[in-house]
C-alpha cells in the first residue's frame, strides 16, 4: 500500500496551489479519502474528506476555501486550496480509510501518506 503526497511548496499569501495524493495497494474507489495537516508544534487536524459516495466533509477552519475531489480513474485525490494564509503553513497528509465513521479522527484511517510540505509566505 502508497500513499504518494505531492504538490506541495512556497506559495504568496492570497496564492493557490493543488495538491496531488496517488494511490496503490488497495482498492482505491472503495475508499474514503482525506487531508490532514500538521504546523510546526501543533496537533494534526483534519481538512477535507471525500467518502468513496463522493460526499465530503471539511475541517470548522477551510470555509470554502478549500476543495477535495478523487478520480477513481486515476487513484487519486486533490485538495484544491485557494486563497492561502500564512496559517496554512504545514505538513499536509493524505488518509486513506474503509470503515471511517468519523471523517475529523485520524485514528479511523488505516493508511497514510509520508506528507507534503506547504509554506505560504511572501
Known amino acids: 500500500v502508497q500513499l504518494q503526497a505531492s504538490g506541495g511548496g512556497l506559495v504568496q499569501p492570497g496564492g493557490s496551489l493543488r495538491l496531488s495524493c496517488a494511490a496503490s495497494?488497495?482498492?482505491?474507489?472503495?475508499?474514503?479519502m482525506s487531508w490532514f495537516r500538521q504546523a510546526p508544534g501543533k496537533a494534526r487536524e483534519f481538512v477535507l474528506s471525500?467518502?468513496?459516495?463522493?460526499?465530503?466533509y471539511q475541517g470548522d477552519f477551510v470555509k470554502g476555501r478549500f476543495a477535495i475531489s478523487r478520480d477513481n480513474n486515476l487513484n487519486t485525490v486533490y485538495l484544491r486550496m485557494n486563497t492561502l494564509k500564512p496559517e496554512d503553513t504545514a505538513v499536509y497528509y493524505c488518509?486513506?480509510?474503509?470503515?471511517?465513521?468519523?471523517?475529523?479522527?485520524?485514528?479511523?484511517?488505516?493508511?497514510w501518506g509520508q506528507g507534503t510540505l506547504v509554506t505560504v509566505s511572501s
Open positions: 471525500i467518502t468513496w459516495t463522493g460526499t465530503t
Open positions: 495497494g488497495f482498492a482505491f474507489s472503495s475508499y474514503d
Open positions: 488518509a486513506a480509510g474503509s470503515r471511517v465513521r468519523d471523517s475529523t479522527l485520524a485514528s479511523e484511517y488505516e493508511y
